[in-house]
Structure formats: C-alpha cells, structure tokens
C-alpha cells in the first residue's frame, strides 16, 4: 500500500514511523513533514487542493491526516468525493474540536458530564454575565484558535481584559466572537484517545502529558513537554464512570448520525471521582501519541482499514504493557517567541520523534518551540526519566531548554 501522512510534528513522525513498520506497506511519504521524516513532499497539510492532486496522481491507498486544521477545512469530504481511503473523521464531526459551543451542546444534550457553560455572542452579554460569576473563570473563544483559545482568569479584571482582547482587539479573529465561559474544575488531567469506527469506540491506553513549560509543572502553558503512558490507574468508581462517558458519547454520535471514523481524543479532568469532559480533540494528540505508539503492539495500517471497513473490534488493539516516556526538548522562549534555523547535533541511537525540524544537505536545524521528543520505554518511571536526561545531555543545540523531571512528579 501506498501511505500519505499529513503534518509535520512529532504526532506524524511517530505515526509515520508506525506505519512504516507494516509488512503491507510499500512507500510513504509526509507532507510537508519534517527533519525525521525522511521521505517528504512540500505540500502544506492545509492546502487540501494540492494534497488531493498529490494523492490522485500517486494512487495513494491511504491518507492519514495528523492536525485538526485539515480536518476542520474538510478534507475527508473532499478525499471521500474522490473515491480515496482516508483515515479521520469528516467535517461536520471535526466541528466536536472545531467548535467549542459545538462540542458543549453535545456534551449536555447526551448526558456527558461537563463543566457549567454559556455561550455568549455579543461582549455586552458576557461582561454582564462575568459581574455575578465566581472565579476562577475559563473564557473559550470558539474556533481553532490555533491552540490558544482557552484563557483561565483568577480576576473579574482579568476577564474584562481578557474579553476586551477578544471583542475589540480581535485576539482571535472572527473566530472568537462567540465565547463560551465555563466553570473552572480543579482536578487531574488525563487523556483518553480512542479509535472511531462509525460512530463505535475503542479506546487506546491512557497517557497524562506535562503542559506547563517549568519544572515543577510553574510557568506558562504549552502544547505539552512531555508524557507518558499509561497515565496513574483510575479507581473502580473513576472507570466506571468513563466507562459511562464512553457509552454516551457513542449512543449520542449515532443519535446525532455523525458517521465518526478516526480519532478522538477526550481530555478529561477527574475531579473526586467524578470525571468530566474538558474538550474533545478529534486526531491523535501531540505528545500522547508519541508515547502511545510505541506501545501499540498490533498494526496500525490494519486497524485504520479495519475502521474503514467497519470491522474493528477492540481486541485488534494490543499494547505493550511497559510504560513509555517522553521528555520533550523546546527552543529557549517557547511557548512564547523563540529563535529559529538553529543548527543541533543529535547525538543519540535511541528512539526520537522530530517536532519542529528540518533538514538541509549539511544541517539539522530546529523550526519549532517543540523540537525533539526522545522517548524510553521500560518498567519504571524513574529509571526512564534518568536515561532521558543522560540522553538529552547529549545534544548539541544551544538553544536546548527542557524539563528534567518529567514522568517524576
Ligand atoms: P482545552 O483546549 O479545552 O483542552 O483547554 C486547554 C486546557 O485548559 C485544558 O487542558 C485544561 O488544562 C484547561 N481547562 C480547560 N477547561 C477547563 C476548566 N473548565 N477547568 C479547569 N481547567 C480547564
Ligand atoms: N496534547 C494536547 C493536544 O494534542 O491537543
């Protein structure tokens, strides 16, 4: 077969470096990818038209589709339209990512526990609203927002501010015209990925990721630094309430005829032994599936045609019941601004997914805030995050910044 991988994180490096390993497998290509792919087209993954031309002209069996971005804009539609397999789900259920408004009315309409929520369209309504709320508050602006939309205020100040950004300055574009303001929940976070076959689901391994760029988990959030799986194991109470979750999102997906195929990946926060849905994401998570993976012991490409063809079952998913941890190494500024074209020397044997590279003739040099995921698999979690440092110590790249305590704390 021949493979297509959209993106250019560490998410579709890992999934490239999947899919690869089946013996169905002939060729693949990532587009645009990065400096650990290394067989890639400079095709954009939100240029759906060139993508399209790209996998008419080159037969491709199968499209796999990293970002939200791609799926938002409707490239499964279009893909489907022209009689090609892709994996992912269409546009009308990306919109569970896509839309947060969108993906709240879900949740409520079939009893999927969730934090209180209005959604406001006008910045009088909800500066109204914010004068009789309790605080901390979470402000969502709707769309994608590229990874940004959810702001958590500690102040009313903050809210107006953080209101005025997106009413008046336009923070997010039109996007954020519509605001969703939520009750804060304090709990844990893990995410629950799990496969979609028409509108059936299998959930994978769990896995917990560090979002806050300092140790200590201090400082400012960011897409994830590192993570691993599976995630603390939940108590009976804990999992059979997810496992109630899960019922209602499948009996509300068929309810609401959404034809889900692909992923979706729910953010959870377990407050007590209540666990509440966060958001929904709707493509593999980025750093989960850079831990997830290397875990996942049965073929990828059969369990995506096997989601094509509607005959997944979740004994098709089997996993290796090691822990696996990544410790992610960032570019010095990031999440905020940072330098790029900066060359490294990757000194090491082990496994490393590339998130914000590329390469020249002569030079691997870093792209992206996130850059390399060096991932250990092994018993313990403490043993693993030793041989990350020692690993990461290795690398030449003077910008290097990252968390030495990673699966520690
Ligand atoms: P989201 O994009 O919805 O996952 O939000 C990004 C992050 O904001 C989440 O991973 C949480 O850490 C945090 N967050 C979102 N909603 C809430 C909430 N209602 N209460 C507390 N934290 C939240
Ligand atoms: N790890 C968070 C995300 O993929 O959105």
């Known amino acids: 077969m021949k493979i297509l991988v959209i993106g250019s994180g560490g998410r579709e490096h890992a999934l490239y470096w999947k899919l690869k390993q089946s013996p169905k497998v002939t060729s693949i290509v990532c587009a645009p990818g990065n400096g650990g792919t290394d067989n890639n087209v400079d095709i954009a993954a939100d240029d759906i038209q060139g993508l399209l031309n790209y996998a008419l002209k080159h037969k491709i069996d199968l499209t796999v589709v990293g970002p939200e971005d791609p799926l938002c804009l409707g490239i499964i539609d279009t893909f489907q339209e022209h009689g090609l397999v892709i994996f992912g789900p269409n546009k009308h259920a ?67 501010d953080t209101l005025h950004e997106i009413y008046v300055n336009k923070q997010f574009g039109e996007e954020g015209n519509k605001v969703v303001l939520e009750t804060f929940l304090d709990g844990y976070e893990t995410s629950l990925l799990c496969f979609v076959s028409n509108n059936r689901i299998f959930p994978m391994e769990t896995a917990r990721d560090y979002k806050k760029i300092g140790e200590g988990d201090k400082g400012e959030n960011t897409g994830g630094v590192g993570c691993y799986s599976p995630a603390p194991a939940f108590n009976n109470k804990v999992k059979a309430n997810i496992d109630k979750i899960l019922a209602n999102i499948e009996v509300g997906l068929y309810h609401d005829d959404f034809d889900f195929n692909g992923i979706l990946y729910v953010g959870l926060m377990i407050v007590g032994d209540t666990p509440y849905v966060l958001e929904f994401n709707t493509r593999f998570g980025d750093p989960e599936t850079e831990v997830l993976l290397p875990r996942l012991q049965s073929d990828l490409v ?62 691997l040099l870093s792209v992206g805030g996130r850059v390399l995921s060096f991932v250990e698999m092994g018993d313990d979690l403490i043993t693993l995050n030793a041989k990350l440092n020692e690993r990461i110590e290795k690398l030449e790249f003077k910008n290097k910044v990252y968390r030495r305590d990673i699966g520690l704390i």
């Open 302 to 363: 059969e369990i995506m045609m096997h989601v094509e063809n509607d005959t997944l079952q979740q004994s098709h998913l089997q996993w290796d019941p090691r822990t696996c941890l990544t410790t992610i190494v960032v570019s010095k500024g990031y999440p905020g601004t940072y330098e790029k074209n900066i060359p490294m020397i990757l000194n090491d044997d082990g496994l490393v997914f590339h998130n914000g590279t590329k390469r020249t003739e002569t030079e």
């Open 94 to 160: 990306a919109q569970l990512e896509g839309s947060k408004d969108f993906s709240k009315s879900f949740m409520v309409r079939h009893n999927i526990p969730t934090a209180e929520y209005h959604t406001y369209t006008d910045h009088r309504d909800a500066l109204n609203a914010i004068a009789s709320m309790k605080f901390p508050l979470v402000i969502k602006a709707d769309g994608l927002c590229k990874g940004k939309g959810v702001i958590i205020c500690e102040t009313h100040k903050e809210a107006k």
